[in-house]
């Protein structure tokens, strides 16, 4: 701080800045003093040394630019002007013009309203990025649990009872493991192991919706076919409701006959993944 006072002296601070040089000494003196005092308070003298130094420079810049005045032989209009330049150069990224038309007061209060709206915006910009991405984070935890629910419903069945494809948000459970008996849609017993399945897979998403769907292979007419795959869908989602205490509300059934094969009804592998119940956990 002193040699910063010293160097403010040197470039004629006490002509040209004599008001901040005289802060910046006093602020020296206070610091000295209280050392003198008490040898202890080094942060509290550090604190006043600190700004002796700062306003030392600060009557440096002053002194350089008033200096620079008298070059031009600035009158005192010129220093107005001048001042009003670099404050049009604060107010450049603001946008809008500066009323210098009016008092010194009201240029000042119209540039510090303007900054003040600014960070408003910049504020309020900053809550809906953070907002954003709280919602983005939200989202993909929700998508990750999705996930992880989806890989355990397909880890439940076994390439000879069912094939789970995943439908945006809804799981497709293709279950071709029913033995039906031909031309039959009673549930036999045999088929049960792969309904219990079915009813713990759409309880890992409680609040689904379910569409039981019904099919059947190429063999008998299109009209009795059906007739099959509507009544075997109706019992599956009866079994879902009597067994597998699942809300007959949320359980809707149809059956599309032999209309939408998988596989080719010309061999007898391709007429038993046919003969499929297929059911749609609904989540959108």
């Given at each position: 701080?002193?040699?910063?006072?010293?160097?403010?002296?040197?470039?004629?601070?006490?002509?040209?800045?004599?008001?901040?040089?005289?802060?910046?000494?006093?602020?020296?003196?206070?610091?000295?003093?209280?050392?003198?005092?008490?040898?202890?308070?080094?942060?509290?003298?550090?604190?006043?040394?600190?700004?002796?130094?700062?306003?030392?420079?600060?009557?440096?810049?002053?002194?350089?630019?008033?200096?620079?005045?008298?070059?031009?032989?600035?009158?005192?209009?010129?220093?107005?002007?001048w001042h009003q330049a670099q404050l049009l150069t604060v107010n450049?990224?603001?946008?809008?013009?500066?009323?210098?038309?009016?008092?010194?007061?009201?240029?000042?209060?119209?540039?510090?309203?303007?900054?003040?709206?600014?960070?408003?915006?910049?504020?309020?910009?900053?809550?809906?990025?953070?907002?954003?991405?709280?919602?983005?984070?939200?989202?993909?935890?929700?998508?990750?649990?999705?996930?992880?629910?989806?890989?355990?419903?397909?880890?439940?069945?076994?390439?000879?009872?069912?094939?789970?494809?995943?439908?945006?948000?809804?799981?497709?459970?293709?279950?071709?493991?029913?033995?039906?008996?031909?031309?039959?849609?009673?549930?036999?017993?045999?088929?049960?192991?792969?309904?219990?399945?079915?009813?713990?897979?759409?309880?890992?998403?409680?609040?689904?919706?379910?569409?039981?769907?019904?099919?059947?292979?190429?063999?008998?007419?299109?009209?009795?076919?059906?007739?099959?795959?509507?009544?075997?869908?109706?019992?599956?989602?009866?079994?879902?409701?009597?067994?597998?205490?699942?809300?007959?509300?949320?359980?809707?059934?149809?059956?599309?006959?032999?209309?939408?094969?998988?596989?080719?009804?010309?061999?007898?592998?391709?007429?038993?993944?046919?003969?499929?119940?297929?059911?749609?956990?609904?989540?959108?």
């Amino acid at each position: 701080a002193k040699s910063a006072i010293a160097s403010a002296k040197e470039q004629g601070a006490k002509k040209y800045a004599p008001k901040t040089l005289a802060q910046a000494e006093e602020e020296m003196a206070l610091a000295v003093t209280i050392l003198n005092a008490d040898r202890t308070q080094t942060e509290k003298a550090d604190v006043h040394a600190k700004k002796a130094r700062w306003l030392a420079e600060k009557s440096a810049a002053i002194t350089e630019t008033v200096k620079d005045f008298d070059r031009r032989d600035y009158s005192m209009e010129d220093v107005v002007l001048w001042h009003q330049a670099q404050l049009l150069t604060v107010n450049e990224p603001l946008g809008g013009q500066l009323a210098f038309n009016e008092s010194s007061e009201d240029v000042v209060l119209g540039l510090r309203n303007a900054i003040a709206q600014l960070k408003d915006a910049g504020d309020e910009s900053g809550k809906q990025l953070a907002l954003t991405e709280k919602e983005r984070q939200a989202q993909q935890q929700r998508e990750l649990a999705q996930k992880a629910k989806f890989e355990k419903v397909q880890a439940m069945f076994n390439d000879s009872e069912a094939n789970v494809y995943r439908q945006r948000q809804n799981v497709l459970i293709s279950a071709f493991g029913f033995q039906f008996p031909s031309g039959q849609s009673e549930i036999q017993t045999d088929n049960f192991p792969l309904m219990n399945k079915i009813i713990r897979a759409i309880k890992i998403f409680p609040d689904s919706r379910i569409e039981v769907i019904g099919h059947t292979d190429a063999t008998g007419s299109d009209t009795v076919n059906q007739t099959i795959s509507e009544a075997r869908a109706e019992k599956v989602g009866k079994f879902l409701t009597e067994v597998g205490e699942i809300s007959s509300g949320s359980i809707t059934t149809r059956g599309y006959g032999e209309s939408r094969p998988v596989a080719s009804n010309e061999t007898a592998e391709g007429r038993a993944e046919n003969r499929r119940v297929e059911i749609k956990i609904i989540n959108e």
